[in-house]
C-alpha cells in the first residue's frame, strides 16, 4: 500500500505569505493545480482521503474527492502546529513584530535551523507536536485498507517526513524544515520504512 501525501493546493493565504491561522481559499492556480494531480492518483487504488481541518485542504480535498469519486474525511487526530506569535500573520508583520523571531523563520525555511531552535514566542512545544504527528499514524495504521491520500499543511507534511526519516525535535535530533510546494505530492510506502533524505 501506498499513502500519498500532498500539500494543499495555491491558496489566498500563500500569496500573502500568511504563516499558519485558519487558512483560505483556493486561487485559480490552486484548482488548475488539482486537476492536474487528480490525474496522476487516477491510476491507483485509493479508498481513502484524509485531509487536516484547514480551509484550503478542505478545498482541495473535496475538488481531489469529486474527480475520484471518493468522500473526503477531515483527520481530527493531526492538525498543524501552532506558531505562536507568527500564528495567522503575514511575514512581514511578523517581521515588525519580532524580528529575532522572524529571523530564525527565515533560517528555518531555508533548512538551516532545527525545529528546537526555532524558539517563537507562544509556539507549541515541538515535542508535543511530533508525539500528534506519530500518534497519528499510528491510527493510519490501523485504518488504512488500500491506498490513501493525506492532504495536509506544510507543517504537517514537514513533521511526518521528519518522522519516517527517524528526525526527532530534540537537540541534534536533525528535525528540519523540508521544502514542500503547493499541489506537490510525495509517496511513502506503507508500512514505511526509513526514506532517503530529498
Known amino acids: 500500500m501506498q499513502v500519498f501525501l500532498l500539500r494543499h493546493a495555491e491558496a489566498?493565504?500563500?500569496?500573502?505569505?500568511?504563516?499558519?491561522?485558519?487558512?483560505?481559499?483556493?486561487?485559480?492556480?490552486g484548482i488548475a493545480q488539482i486537476a492536474e494531480v487528480s490525474v496522476e492518483l487516477q491510476s491507483h487504488t485509493i479508498d481513502a482521503i484524509y485531509y487536516i481541518d484547514r480551509q484550503q485542504?478542505?478545498?482541495?480535498?473535496?475538488?481531489?474527492?469529486?474527480?475520484?469519486?471518493?468522500?473526503?474525511t477531515v483527520a481530527t487526530n493531526i492538525s498543524p502546529?501552532?506558531?505562536?506569535?507568527?500564528?495567522?500573520?503575514?511575514?512581514?508583520?511578523?517581521?515588525?513584530?519580532?524580528?529575532?523571531a522572524a529571523s530564525r523563520m527565515d533560517a528555518w525555511r531555508a533548512g538551516t535551523l532545527e525545529i528546537?531552535?526555532?524558539?517563537?514566542?507562544?509556539?507549541?512545544?515541538?515535542?508535543?507536536?511530533?508525539?500528534?504527528?506519530?500518534?497519528?499514524?499510528?491510527?493510519?495504521?490501523?485504518?488504512?485498507?488500500?491506498d490513501a491520500v493525506l492532504i495536509a499543511t506544510r507543517s504537517v507534511l514537514v513533521l511526518l517526513w521528519n518522522i519516517f526519516l527517524g528526525r526527532t525535535p530534540h537537540k541534534g535530533g536533525g528535525y528540519k524544515?523540508?521544502?514542500?510546494?503547493?499541489?506537490?505530492?510525495?509517496?511513502v510506502d506503507w508500512p514505511p520504512e526509513c526514506q532517503n533524505d530529498r
Not at 489566498?12 to 492556480?29: E, P, V
Not at 480535498?61 to 469519486?69: D, R, T, V, Y
Not at 531552535?117 to 497519528?136: H, M, N, S
Open 81 to 100: 502546529y501552532h506558531l505562536g506569535i507568527a500564528d495567522g500573520i503575514s511575514h512581514s508583520e511578523f517581521r515588525q513584530r519580532d524580528p529575532a
Open 12 to 29: 489566498f493565504k500563500n500569496l500573502r505569505d500568511t504563516h499558519g491561522g485558519t487558512g483560505s481559499s483556493l486561487t485559480a492556480l
Open 116 to 146: 528546537g531552535d526555532l524558539r517563537l514566542p507562544g509556539a507549541e512545544d515541538p515535542i508535543v507536536f511530533y508525539k500528534r504527528g506519530t500518534t497519528f499514524l499510528e491510527w493510519l495504521a490501523r485504518n488504512m485498507q488500500n
Open 177 to 187: 524544515e523540508v521544502p514542500w510546494g503547493n499541489c506537490e505530492m510525495q509517496t
Open 57 to 72: 485542504c478542505k478545498d482541495t480535498a473535496l475538488l481531489i474527492g469529486g474527480c475520484l469519486g471518493i468522500k473526503p
